[in-house]
């Protein structure tokens, strides 16, 4: 069986299995276990089955299933197609990231019956607010006649034409409407609910095509593909009329609209949904908080400025074509007057978030931002286990294996004086073989951030030392950051690759994804990983222009 299914379909299990044998967990003390010899063996071929797989044998463009919107998008989606920021799935209930960690995968965008009332209420809400508003009523029928009317507003809302029959359907319940008393603006608001309420709006559910054979994404749902993946929202009327005249298959193409897009306010989204998810700072206020009682400081704006700080470097950094590194070391932030006293920067007054120069390196990249300090602590003290497990989980997609089952957590303060200190215990927890391993990649990297509190504010007079498996030593943060790009640069480009490829695809990424991974990583790795560059690659890519339907469904299109 081994033979037949390739070890990386499985290689988070795998790399946990040889990490088992190497500390002697498997098998079980009460079954027949190798000896050292035969333990080097196995590990040494798993090793090799992992990371030696030639990746061309299974390259595949991966299937999209239809997926509903994601709340984010719904809101943006509205607000391009009204022209009012109403945020009315602000009301629906939560999506889930799973395992991808991004809000908008296919994998868990489910559509339930908690979902139908809500979508019913927001269309009401929007289109009623739209008529209202005579500036954006007359926006959206701008005196033209009704059947023009319908048709432009059903073009944008399904993200292409409507069919002929989806038209009469419309213009059949508008006279309906009419004949029942309301007048052309009641009878024209209440289909522009049904509109809003129909699956070719609330889904995105790409073309099907020949079943099992790779073939070019459909012209507006490449479209759809691009809008969505930069600006979290619906194509704009640009890239339908590209659609229209069958340009979205041209490299060129391509490239000149991730360009202007890129351009657009609206791909503030990849700072605000795609960074956020990505490294979990979306969390710092919603999930992570101080009580406000104990910690008056701890406001409400003040945790948004450390999201938005965050936010706003990630997509400078896009803008900007910054190399990767910057993302690790930068001597800019973003900072308000409050955020900036709290990280005791003067000189800085207001509400808005501006781009600052900063002369100490405590602050240049994301490993100095309080939004991620936080997201990596506990709620009343700092984590070396948790940010060290961060830094090589969520930055450079190397995670270590999850402890052994029987191993006791950590306690901090009490037990003897010799190792009363949380370093001190960790080092005592290192001296476990089965601990070791792992420990040893996680908690020098955790150390090296300890001059940053729960929350992100600067303190001195901590232990800062960090020292990697292969000798090298290094402290404090600035240590780390040098440590990092020295030596794990291709490891963070690797990871933000797949990070983005599996947000602009909206699914969970597949083990032949691995493929493009490196192809990509391999035409960046010599200019440094640049990030706008990287979001080209990305919108260019073999899995991002090309699908294949499954066998399982059949050979129809969607309506």
């Known amino acids: 069986a081994l033979s037949r299914r390739p070890l990386v379909r499985d290689r988070p299990l795998w790399e946990n299995v040889a990490e088992r044998i190497r500390n002697g967990d498997m098998p079980p003390k009460n079954k027949d276990r190798p000896d050292d010899e035969e333990s080097l063996r196995l590990r040494k071929w798993i090793s090799n089955e992992v990371n030696l797989f030639d990746y061309s044998q299974v390259k595949a463009p991966g299937h999209v299933p239809a997926r ?4 984010e998008e719904y809101n943006r989606t509205i607000r391009d197609l009204i022209g009012l920021d109403l945020r009315p799935a602000d009301q629906f209930p939560m999506d889930f990231t799973g395992t991808s960690g991004f809000s908008n995968s296919a994998n868990t965008l489910f559509l339930h019956t908690a979902h ?3 979508y019913m209420s927001a269309a009401e809400t929007v289109i009623d607010a739209a008529q209202k508003d005579k500036s954006v009523w007359s926006r959206l029928t701008d005196n033209e006649n009704v059947k023009q009317s319908l048709r432009r507003f059903a073009r944008l809302a399904f993200r292409r034409p409507p069919t002929d029959k989806e038209m009469d359907s419309y213009l059949s319940h ?8 309301k007048n052309d603006k009641e009878a024209l608001g209440t289909v522009m609910k049904v509109i809003l309420v129909s699956p070719n709006f609330l889904l995105k559910a790409e073309q099907l095509s020949s079943v099992g054979k790779d073939t070019r994404v459909g012209q507006y749902d490449m479209a759809s593909r691009l809008s969505y993946f930069l600006w979290a929202s619906a194509p704009d009327q640009e890239l339908l009329s590209l659609a229209d005249k069958k340009q979205l298959h041209d490299t060129k193409t391509i490239r000149d609209q991730i360009l202007r897009m890129l351009k657009d306010s609206r791909s503030e989204s990849l700072g605000r949904i795609f960074a956020s998810e990505w490294l979990s700072t979306d969390d710092v206020g919603p999930r992570i908080r101080k009580d406000p009682i104990d910690n008056p400081w701890c406001t409400e704006t003040l945790m948004a400025a450390m999201r938005e700080e965050t936010s706003l470097f990630f997509h400078s950094l896009v803008m900007k074509n910054d190399p990767i590194e910057r993302l690790i070391d930068s001597n800019y932030t973003f900072l308000n007057a409050e955020l900036a006293e709290y990280y005791r920067v003067p000189n800085i007054e207001g509400k ?15 490993l100095g931002h309080a939004s991620v300090l936080a997201t990596t602590s506990f709620p009343h003290r700092t984590s070396p286990v948790l940010r060290g497990t961060w830094i090589l989980t969520t930055l450079l997609g190397t995670p270590p294996p999850p402890p052994p089952p029987d191993v006791p957590e950590i306690e901090v303060g009490g037990g003897r004086r010799a190792v009363s200190t949380l370093r001190e215990k960790l080092e005592v927890h290192r001296d476990s073989k089965r601990c070791a391993g792992c420990h040893s990649q996680i908690d020098p990297l955790g150390f090296a951030l300890e001059n ?8 001195n007079g901590v232990d800062n030392r960090g020292e ?16 990092l790009i020295d030596t794990r640069l291709d490891d963070l480009g690797k990871q933000l690759i797949r990070k983005m490829l599996s947000y602009a695809l909206g699914r969970q990424l597949e083990y032949y994804d691995e493929a493009v991974v490196r192809e990509i990583a391999e035409r960046l790795k010599g200019s440094g990983y640049p990030l706008k560059d990287m979001v080209l690659e990305i919108g260019l890519s073999y899995p991002f222009t090309t699908k294949r339907v499954p066998a399982e ?3 129809k ?3």
């Open 116 to 118: 139908l009332d809500r």
């Open 557 to 559: 299109t969607n309506s």
């Open 174 to 181: 508008y006279q309906t409407q009419k004949t029942k008393g």
């Open 468 to 483: 990697l498996p292969d000798g090298a030593r290094f402290r404090g943060p600035q240590g780390l950051k040098m440590a």
């Open 553 to 555: 469904l059949s050979n």
């Open 452 to 459: 940053y509190s729960e929350f992100g504010r600067w303190r």
């Open 68 to 71: 509903r919107l994601s709340r």
């Open 352 to 366: 808005h978030m501006r781009r600052v120069k900063i002369n100490t390196r405590q602050r240049g990249g994301i």
